[in-house]
């Protein structure tokens, strides 16, 4: 599993940073969470097949969130999309995504389920579920928890000892149900191992830090808010942001695997500053860069 | 005078090539033609102040010309902008500013005044006039003509012969006053040279080819259409576009001074094949490249 960093600025984009999105790549399958002007082409820029998105979260209603989505949605018309999109967004998604899709001449030849947001969301895949929760910012705001929901693994040896023959038995085993065999009844608790911990992406959005946010962070990637440096703490305080400092205690306290800083400020030219709070407070703390691609099982896992 | 490109792709960006933009940077005032997703990116790159735009047209509402819109505005709005901004296009642009507005949560503290244009239009600015007139494309389009006004000289030996002192009377006979002098009445036409000609851009937004645009690119940097290769003639015919060699001929029959190729399709990954083709037709021909500056005094004039 991979997480693509496709915009890491704030507000407003940089020459180096566009506006806020990222990419989970699960298994052929992208999930976008936010989608900032200009995302179509970074997802080009990237190699990531916007053909292959199922799924995008838009965390909160402001523009450098979801200004790509128009833009994204016409160019999947033209190459011709006919597989269904999702899109779960907070309060006024439903009217936003009626003008976004009433906007100029295209024609669209695929379904779009627009999925509100009210208290939280969960939204199920074929391996992984995806929670959306409340945080703290100047208007309605999400956070997007996904989980990876791991087999079991299957333990041949235990199998052999009941006698099965490998073959269909094993498949029916490891799919959760029950075989007969020999006149006995074995049941998937008897030949799969414990269950296991899968992949962990959290991604706060624009927030303040949050006890949400530390509670949800054992073994999980982190992706914080770290628009300003903590000499900004007050800035941060007032347009409803987070410092890296303040990242990286959320990091910290919860027991992250690591922790990516994002949404920066267009102030720092140079956002080193930022990683080096970071890191004096959580050892394994990144910086998030445009087009950054992180491999999960290689890096944190 | 200048003319920035900022974007330089058809209807889908690829890794080089935004969406369609180019700004005209006259006496400090900025004025752009169409506005594709990513263009506010663009003008950061390009180091062109987007406070100073003060007029946008959108020579048709396909997603490509107008997506870069929204995010421009609240980008403006964020940077505190005061100063009235005009927005031109075609029938429908009422509506569509309307929902741009509408989107997402952000305040707007300055006037935007939209104008539909309707046959034709000319908007008059301080040194200049712009003229849209239709095109032929698949929905309502429009070419721009951008004309600069020049002041006449002012002959300041013919002023002497007349016996007229340096000062507050020869000011106003620059700004086209008569003035009396010793009891005689000295008219303009007296002390000023002859009327000359300025600069004139012609931009073709997405258009076949036409005569409209052959009587109008006497002595203009002309910026065409040339979606296609002449060997895809039929892609152009279809799509209502032209081909590097369509826009080279008019470039040719019109006279023009200049030839700028854009609106490039995301086919050509390397498109001086396009290049050589109108070259061998009008010698004066250029590839557009994104946030390439044209310095109008210094390259064609």
Redesign the interface.
Known sequence: MEIVFLGTSA?????YR??PAIALLNEGEVILLDCG??T??QL??AKVNYMHISRIFITH????H???L??LI??MS??GRDQPLEIFGPEGIDG?ME??L?????EKNFEIKVNEIEETVIAEGKNYEIEAFKVEH??TAFGIFFREKKDRRFLRKKAEEFGIPPGPLYKKLQNGEPVEFNGKVITPEMVLGKPREGFKVLYTGDTRPLEEIVRRCRGAVLIHDSTFSGKLQRNAIEALHSTSIEAADTAKKGGAKALFLTHISPRYKNATPLLEEAREIFKNSFLSEDLMRVNLGEIVY
């Open positions: 507000a407003m984009p940089t020459k566009n506006h002007e200009g179509q082409r080009i820029r209603l402001h523009g450098d979801f200004l790509g128009p833009g016409q160019t033209f190459s936003l003008n976004i009433s906007m100029g001449y295209y100047s208007v």
